[in-house]
């Protein structure tokens, strides 16, 4: 895709940041959870105040965001950090829906899987993807994920019944 800049994401990008983040939650999640939980979520996880936050502050824990950019407009959205010394993992990593099945997310993938790699040190990579996210599984899958196991969503209880299916792949 022509015109494509990849960047890290600096606090002029909170609002479009957050545009991605919700709408693609919505599109992504839609057919998998009640429209209270998602909007739970959205709250909880993509308001701008947190958006703005997580873009200011970088460790090794969490290297903030790198975004997709077409024409000016941001139109992927990846983060994560490190678990150890040598395990690195993509928390969050969603696309505008109308550019889906485009190559930006491989491109988006990998420009980030070399940024912890060679800023990090990391020789393997994990990510967690809902499980019945039909989106998301094939797409790892594809990239080398293998499938470990499953466990509960990151902050959620048995109650919301949100299982992630953790993959891993050597980078």
């Known amino acids: 895709m022509d015109n494509l800049v990849i960047r890290q ?24 959870y009640s429209k209270s939980y998602i909007q739970n979520l959205v709250d909880q996880y993509y308001n701008e105040q947190r958006i703005k936050s997580e873009i200011m502050l970088i460790s090794d824990k969490w290297s903030g965001y790198f975004l997709a950019e077409k024409d000016g407009n941001v139109i992927g959205v990846i983060g994560g950090g490190m678990i150890n010394s040598t395990a690195a993992e993509v928390y969050v990593f969603y696309m505008d829906p109308d550019y889906r099945g485009l190559g930006v997310g491989t491109r988006l993938l990998n420009f980030f899987t ?10 393997e990579q994990w990510v967690a993807v809902a499980k019945g996210n039909d989106y998301g599984i094939p797409f790892y899958e594809a990239r080398g994920f293998i499938f470990q196991h499953e466990e509960l969503a990151y902050g959620t209880s048995v109650d919301d019944q949100d299982i992630s299916l953790k ?3 050597q980078i």
Do not use: C, E, I
């Open 9 to 32: 994401a600096t606090h002029y990008d909170t609002n479009a940041v957050v545009s991605v983040l919700v709408k693609s939650q919505w599109f992504t999640y839609n057919q998998l």
């Open 114 to 123: 070399k940024v912890q790699k060679h800023s990090y040190g990391a020789t």
């Open 167 to 169: 993959y891993k792949r």
